[in-house]
Nanobody, 118 residues
């Protein structure tokens, strides 16, 4: 009943930019936190950025100054603007959303591939 769809990934050269989107669909829920995670080959999944319902944000150290998380509550959409991309940013990027319906639950998207070439 609650579904997340990510988009915006692709192949870019180092120094380039991408804008990821995460659209949440369904009914009977209220979105709380929205998050972006990433997982590179052979590595653990790690948190990239969080935006809470009030608009406050938190970033991983590697994302500070380069990535910006935002949200459009009317569209139930989260964004991740990524600038000055580096090869080490190559990973599958996942949207993770916490929503309140009958209870508090977390929902994962299927991920979108970001590849940065040198």
């Amino acid at each position: 009943q609650v579904q997340l769809v990510e988009s915006g990934g692709g192949l870019v050269q180092a120094g380039g930019s991408l804008r990821l989107s995460c659209v949440l669909s369904g009914s009977g829920f209220r979105v709380n936190d929205m998050n972006w995670y990433r997982q590179a080959p052979g590595k653990q999944r790690e948190l990239v950025a969080t935006i809470i319902s009030g608009g406050g944000t938190n970033y991983a150290d590697f994302a500070k100054g380069r990535f910006t998380i935002s949200r459009d509550n009317a569209k139930n959409t989260a964004y991740l603007q990524m600038n000055n991309l580096k090869p080490e940013d190559t990973a599958v990027y996942y949207c993770y959303v916490v929503a309140l319906g009958l209870g508090v639950r977390g929902y994962w998207g299927q991920g979108t591939q970001v590849t940065v070439s040198s």
